[in-house]
């Protein structure tokens, strides 16, 4: 059953690698930068927060499934 999710969902959106690296890449060096100064009480801080943590997370599930096919 996964597998078929899987496939269906590689069939409809097939990412390209090196495009999911370069985003990692970047969401990572930008979650380094705002752990690096913490400012906990500016909702904006706490925004590129969730979004560099999404992206992050996005892009390495996005790679694992490309090292899966």
């Given at each position: 059953m996964s597998r078929t999710v899987r496939k269906v969902l590689a069939e409809a959106y097939d990412p390209d690698p090196r495009a999911m690296v370069?985003?990692?890449?970047g969401s990572s060096f930008l979650l380094f930068s705002l752990l690096s100064y913490p400012a906990g009480s500016n909702p904006y801080y706490l925004f590129g927060l969730v979004v560099a943590v999404l992206s992050l997370v996005a892009s390495v599930a996005m790679l694992a499934v490309e090292t899966l096919r």
């Amino acid at each position: 059953m996964s597998r078929t999710v899987r496939k269906v969902l590689a069939e409809a959106y097939d990412p390209d690698p090196r495009a999911m690296v370069i985003v990692a890449m970047g969401s990572s060096f930008l979650l380094f930068s705002l752990l690096s100064y913490p400012a906990g009480s500016n909702p904006y801080y706490l925004f590129g927060l969730v979004v560099a943590v999404l992206s992050l997370v996005a892009s390495v599930a996005m790679l694992a499934v490309e090292t899966l096919r």
